[in-house]
């Protein structure tokens, strides 16, 4: 499955959600939490609202909290279940749940200092739409710290990732998940996403300005910056 239906998305994001975070955990030998610290350690949050768009188990929403001084938080996700697992996370947080389809963002415009969003605009069913959205909701000068996967360019480390990233790791995930798809869509959809060129023209379109693309661990792994004029 690559193409981007919305429902089957969402299906498949609210099958794997218990095993969600460990399969995380273990397919990315911990490095993805790293990766979240660095993304919000450049949002660099303080006083006022942040929103977590896609924020699945709500990883990267509690590390606004943690990293934020005066910081509230929405995290929102159209998966119910992916938000059900998160719920559990955030006790004593401030942060609030809120389910809704990041393309269709249920907040008014120029509300938010910054949002962040890890890994999720991949499996938006229109990219353009979804960046726009965010740039609608952020308040001028409102900043973004967007990870998504990418590959390495440099082509030994590519040709040893590609083997771990469309072989082991969707057998991986498939035993230990228990679904089928999940984890062959994984690969599948990074390979179809823009590379790191043409993403800086894409965030430049849907409105942001000082887009910078900084490749983590290789090149495995994309940190966009930017910021809406
Ligand atoms: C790979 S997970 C990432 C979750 C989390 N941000 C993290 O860092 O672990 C992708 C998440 O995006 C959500 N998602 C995908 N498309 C969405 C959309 N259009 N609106 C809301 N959530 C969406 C899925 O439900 C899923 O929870």
């Known amino acids: 499955m690559v193409e981007k239906d919305p429902a089957k998305i969402e299906r498949m994001f609210s099958d794997i959600a218990p095993r969600y975070d460990l399969l995380n955990r273990l397919l990315s030998m911990g490095i993805d ?12 949050p303080a006083n006022g609202l942040y929103l977590d768009v896609a924020t699945g ?13 005066g910081v509230k938080i929405v995290g929102l996700d159209f998966s119910r279940e992916m938000l059900i697992v998160g719920k559990t996370k955030i006790s004593g947080k401030p942060i609030r749940l809120c389910r809704g ?3 269709k963002l249920p907040f008014a415009g120029n509300l938010f200092e910054g949002a962040a969003c890890a890994y999720g605009i991949r499996n938006f069913a229109d990219l353009d739409a ?3 959205e965010i740039c609608r909701i952020l308040k ?8 998504e996967f990418t590959t390495p360019s440099n082509l030994l480390v590519k040709a040893l990732y590609l083997f771990y990233f469309t072989k ?14 999940a984890y062959s869509y994984l690969p599948a959809s990074v390979m179809k996403f823009p590379d790191r060129h043409k993403l800086k023209t894409i965030f430049e379109n ?11 661990t290789f090149g495995i792994s994309d940190l966009i910056t930017a910021r809406k004029p």
Not at 33 to 44: G, H, N, V
Not at 168 to 181: F, Y
């Open 140 to 147: 001028p000068g409102g900043r973004i710290a967007i990870l």
């Open 57 to 69: 188990t709500c990883d990267v929403a509690s590390e606004i909290a943690r990293q934020g001084n």
């Open 206 to 216: 849907a409105g942001f300005t000082e887009v910078k693309v900084t490749p983590l």
């Open 33 to 44: 939490k790293r990766w979240r610290t660095q993304a919000i350690r450049e949002l660099a």
């Open 168 to 181: 082991l790791l969707p057998l991986a995930g498939r035993i230990i998940s228990g679904h089928r798809e």
């Open 101 to 103: 389809d990041a393309l």
């Open 130 to 132: 979804g960046l726009k």
